[in-house]
């Protein structure tokens, strides 16, 4: 079993919407810390979100008031909402968690989700 699953991207025009979820599976989301992680061509990973245990949200500067992220641990699924998505955002949305916040490196990542803007 895949501990987390993404899905949600597309193609979608500037100023467009888009809703990414991702499928939790084999260890205890609810007490996790959930983070959205994205890779643009050519670049490394970029953070872009994060969500603690208690649902106390996170965001890159770049995507605060447009992106929220969010959790429903009753279906083990974390969603980021994308609004006025720009070029810029295109890039390859991973999801990630961590039971320890402080840890170096995450527990589990997804295999991604690919969010195309363009007009």
């Known amino acids: 079993q895949v501990p987390l699953v993404e899905s949600g991207g597309g193609l979608v025009q500037p100023g467009g919407s888009l809703r990414l979820s991702c499928v939790a599976s084999?260890?205890?989301?609810?007490?996790?810390?959930m983070h959205w992680v994205r890779q643009a061509p050519g670049k490394g990973p970029e953070w872009v979100s994060a969500i603690n245990p208690g649902g106390k949200t996170y965001y890159e500067e770049s995507v605060k008031g447009r992106f929220t992220i969010s959790r429903d641990n009753g279906k083990d699924t974390l969603y980021l909402q994308m609004n006025s998505l720009k070029s810029e955002d295109t890039a390859v949305y991973y999801c990630?968690?961590?039971?320890?916040?402080?840890?170096?490196?995450?527990?589990?990542r997804g295999q991604g989700t690919q969010v195309t803007v363009s007009s």
């Open positions: 990630a968690s961590k039971a320890d916040p402080n840890a170096p490196q995450y527990d589990y």
């Open positions: 084999g260890f205890i989301f609810s007490a996790s810390w």
